[in-house]
């Protein structure tokens, strides 16, 4: 019954806050999925800003009022995960390496990241480290 509650209330609340999360994660859990799986640290928290869509971009920056514009210095656009793994021409070599294996697009992200023990959600997790780091070590 707490179970039923919660979940009718996670899909009222998701209409409006934490779209992005619901496309992850429809249904509630009543375990963590970190639970059930073997993954580094590192991955364990990228894979929960990425799920959240909290990552280390200048959108989520500029959120926590921590850079003045959430756009990408290069690109001009809005960086969020999409821009920095999918669109961003400073990583355009790396994505093309990484593409020629998996091959995703925008559309599938929440799609790789509803399975975060998946091979295509391990390599996710390490472009878009290695993205971060690229944006940063500028
Ligand atoms: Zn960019």
Same mark, same amino acid.
């Given at each position: 019954? #707490?179970? #039923?509650?919660?979940?009718?209330?996670?899909?009222?609340?998701?209409?409006?806050?934490?779209?992005?999360?619901?496309?992850?994660?429809?249904?509630?859990?009543?375990?963590?999925?970190?639970?059930?799986?073997?993954?580094?640290?590192?991955?364990?928290?990228?894979?929960?800003?990425?799920?959240?869509?909290?990552?280390?971009?200048?959108?989520?920056?500029?959120?926590?009022?921590?850079?003045?514009?959430?756009?990408?210095?290069?690109?001009?656009?809005?960086?969020?995960?999409?821009?920095?793994?999918?669109?961003?021409?400073?990583?355009?070599?790396?994505?093309?390496?990484?593409?020629?294996?998996?091959?995703?697009?925008?559309?599938?992200?929440?799609?790789?990241?509803?399975?975060?023990?998946?091979?295509?959600?391990?390599?996710?997790?390490?472009?878009?480290?290695? #993205?971060?780091?690229?944006?940063?070590?500028?």
């Amino acid at each position: 019954m #707490c179970k #039923c509650a919660w979940q009718e209330y996670f899909d009222v609340r998701s209409r409006t806050c934490g779209i992005w999360y619901k496309t992850i994660q429809p249904q509630i859990s009543l375990r963590p999925w970190v639970d059930s799986i073997q993954m580094s640290t590192l991955y364990i928290k990228l894979a929960m800003r990425l799920r959240s869509g909290h990552i280390l971009g200048n959108k989520f920056g500029y959120l926590m009022k921590k850079v003045e514009s959430p756009n990408c210095r290069d690109c001009g656009v809005v960086e969020d995960i999409q821009h920095v793994v999918l669109e961003c021409a400073r990583n355009e070599r790396l994505r093309l390496n990484y593409f020629k294996v998996f091959e995703y697009n925008a559309g599938q992200i929440n799609t790789i990241l509803a399975y975060p023990s998946s091979d295509e959600a391990t390599m996710m997790f390490k472009l878009t480290d290695i #993205c971060l780091r690229n944006n940063v070590d500028d």
